[in-house]
């Protein structure tokens, strides 16, 4: 095989267990199934943050969240770039991306030759800021009205559809020569969920700003979700991504039509999960290191590798990078925590040795590290670090019992690496920290999606 073209497609909040591949029936996604039979379904990998701030970082440029003075401001510029040396290595690179936080602004635009931010420009309606406005519009009658004086009255799109993303990469896959490197970013299963077609009748409008309100009052201010409303927003939430693999499929279609297929490596894989109220709470708050956000599936096709592969073993986000390196023939950059997982897949300089998984929240006034292993995990709180947290993951996959007390030598164990992270902290502190510079339309996104109150 000559130098292959690579695809790195992340779907923001994508929980494994939605997937046919993973377990899911009946299946919602049978164009993301159809690639795992023709490639390799990873079980087991762990991403490095419990949001898309921190866990990027890790998986473009194979560090911690918590290295060159976190993960919160624009990407330090100190931090290794594995793209650069893609595009040394005579690729052509472009990036298309969904979400404010993976914006030109947060500098993920870095060493990339095309950078593409996608911005759906939406408005909400005026109404929405007026004293009793959000009452209104969570009335049917007032969409009724609204329509006949021609008056938009939808919530606003906090980001672009996954159809007109793919429609963009395959236009830009189109236009240009191999060897290419591709990142798309994939939004449409973040919260709110809803699908803009499917709001067209008052009373799906109104249901939709009912929504968004409940679940801000839910997740800022405690209010109880009921069963009949957490089946409601797994219901979005499932609707969401079958949407996504229908666009993900007119991608994947496209390449087996221009026969690009037999020269690209694909690599599907979400950043985080979604929490539907396991440990009480709603979406992906940046505190919670459970599994169900840290646990995200991972499927790589590979021209000339046998489909129906699955691979067990516990691998990081922090290592994608790595292996994607070393698939292409290219060397590492200095500075990378991951190490390439390629020969797991049949390809590859080195044999693979298993490790502990690293995940993180950080703020600068507050850190949690998780250390995983196949057996533990542990969960490090700089807020309170005389109460360690354990799992024992064998007998209490869902986490919930502390057995810290029962198990000191393992905790003692874990910490040592907890210590490690906090000492590449230190090590790489940042010097040319920037903070974004976002506009009003931009903070109101970043609120409408969850990240300020």
């Given at each position: 095989?000559?130098?292959p073209?690579?695809?790195l497609?992340?779907?923001?909040?994508?929980?494994?267990?939605?997937?046919g591949?993973?377990?899911?029936?009946?299946?919602?996604?049978?164009?993301?199934?159809?690639?795992?039979?023709?490639?390799?379904?990873?079980?087991?990998?762990?991403t490095?943050?419990?949001?898309?701030?921190?866990?990027?970082?890790?998986?473009?440029?194979?560090?911690?969240?918590?290295m060159?003075?976190?993960?919160?401001?624009?990407?330090?510029?100190?931090?290794?770039?594995?793209?650069?040396?893609?595009?040394?290595?005579?690729?052509?690179?472009?990036?298309?991306?969904?979400?404010?936080?993976?914006?030109?602004n947060y500098?993920?635009?870095?060493?990339?030759?095309?950078f593409?931010?996608?911005?759906?420009?939406?408005?909400?309606?005026?109404?929405?800021?007026?004293?009793?406005?959000?009452?209104?519009?969570?009335k049917?009658?007032?969409?009724?009205?609204s329509?006949?004086?021609?008056?938009?009255?939808r919530?606003?799109?906090?980001?672009?559809?996954?159809?007109?993303?793919?429609?963009?990469?395959?236009?830009?896959?189109?236009?240009?020569?191999?060897?290419?490197f591709?990142?798309?970013?994939?939004?449409?299963v973040?919260?709110?969920?809803?699908?803009?077609?499917?709001?067209?009748?008052?009373?799906?409008?109104a249901?939709?700003?009912?929504?968004?309100v409940?679940?801000?009052?839910?997740?800022?201010?405690g209010?109880?979700?009921?069963?009949?409303?957490e089946?409601?927003?797994?219901?979005?939430?499932?609707?969401?991504?079958a949407?996504?693999?229908?666009?993900?499929?007119?991608?994947l279609d496209y390449?087996?039509?221009?026969?690009?297929?037999?020269?690209?490596?694909?690599?599907?894989l979400?950043?985080?999960g979604?929490?539907?109220?396991?440990?009480?709470?709603?979406?992906?708050?940046?505190n919670?290191?459970?599994?169900?956000?840290?646990?995200?599936?991972?499927?790589i096709?590979?021209?000339?590798?046998?489909?129906?592969?699955?691979i067990?073993?516990?691998?990081?986000?922090?290592?994608?990078?790595p292996?994607?390196?070393?698939?292409?023939?290219?060397?590492?950059?200095d500075?990378?925590?991951?190490k390439?997982f390629?020969?797991?897949?049949?390809?590859?300089?080195?044999?693979?040795?298993?490790?502990?998984?690293?995940?993180?929240?950080?703020?600068?006034?507050?850190?949690?590290i998780?250390?995983?292993?196949?057996?533990?995990?542990?969960i490090?709180?700089?807020?309170?670090?005389?109460?360690?947290?354990?799992?024992?993951?064998?007998?209490?996959?869902?986490?919930?019992?502390?057995?810290?007390a029962?198990?000191?030598?393992?905790?003692?164990?874990?910490?040592?690496?907890v210590?490690?992270?906090?000492?590449?902290?230190?090590?790489?502190?940042?010097?040319?920290?920037?903070?974004?510079?976002?506009?009003?339309?931009?903070?109101?996104r970043l609120?409408?999606?969850?990240?300020?109150?």
């Open positions: 095989m000559s130098k073209n690579v695809i497609l992340t779907v923001d909040t994508l929980r494994a267990d939605r997937l591949s993973y377990g899911f029936h009946p299946t919602i996604t049978p164009k993301i199934d159809q690639l795992a039979e023709s490639g390799i379904r990873f079980t087991q990998v762990i490095g943050g419990s949001w898309t701030q921190a866990a990027f970082p890790v998986i473009l440029t194979s560090t911690y969240a918590s060159y003075g976190g993960c919160l401001g624009t990407l330090a510029s100190e931090r290794p770039s594995p793209i650069q040396v893609l595009s040394d290595a005579g690729y052509s690179t472009a990036a298309f991306t969904t979400s404010p936080l993976l914006s030109r500098g993920y635009d870095k060493s990339f030759d095309e593409v931010d996608l911005n759906p420009g939406g408005r909400d309606p005026s109404l929405r800021k007026f004293r009793g406005g959000h009452f209104l519009l969570q049917s009658i007032t969409h009724h009205l329509r006949l004086v021609g008056v938009r009255t919530p606003a799109k906090i980001y672009s559809s996954a159809e007109e993303l793919t429609n963009r990469v395959n236009q830009w896959i189109g236009e240009n020569n191999e060897p290419f591709i990142w798309a970013h994939y939004m449409d973040h919260w709110p969920y809803h699908l803009e077609e499917s709001l067209t009748q008052p009373n799906q409008i249901q939709a700003w009912r929504d968004l409940h679940l801000h009052d839910a997740n800022w201010n209010a109880v979700i009921t069963p009949v409303q089946e409601h927003y797994i219901d979005l939430y499932e609707r969401a991504v949407y996504t693999d229908i666009q993900l499929g007119k991608l390449l087996t039509e221009s026969g690009l297929d037999q020269n690209t490596i694909i690599i599907l979400s950043d985080h979604e929490e539907f109220l396991e440990h009480g709470r709603w979406g992906h708050w940046e919670n290191l459970y599994d169900e956000i840290l646990k995200v599936p991972l499927i096709r590979i021209p000339g590798v046998g489909g129906r592969v699955v067990t073993e516990q691998l990081q986000t922090l290592d994608l990078m292996t994607i390196l070393d698939l292409c023939d290219c060397i590492p950059p500075g990378m925590k991951g390439s390629a020969s797991l897949c049949g390809k590859g300089r080195s044999q693979f040795q298993p490790r502990v998984a690293i995940s993180e929240m950080w703020r600068e006034s507050w850190h949690i998780a250390v995983r292993t196949e057996d533990y995990k542990y490090w709180d700089s807020k309170h670090p005389q109460i360690p947290q354990l799992y024992d993951l064998q007998t209490d996959p869902g986490e919930k019992h502390n057995f810290a029962d198990f000191p030598r393992v905790v003692e164990e874990l910490q040592a690496t210590e490690i992270v906090l000492q590449e902290g230190e090590k790489t502190k940042s010097k040319n920290l920037t903070t974004p510079d976002l506009d009003k339309d931009m903070v109101d609120r409408d999606l969850g990240y300020v109150e």
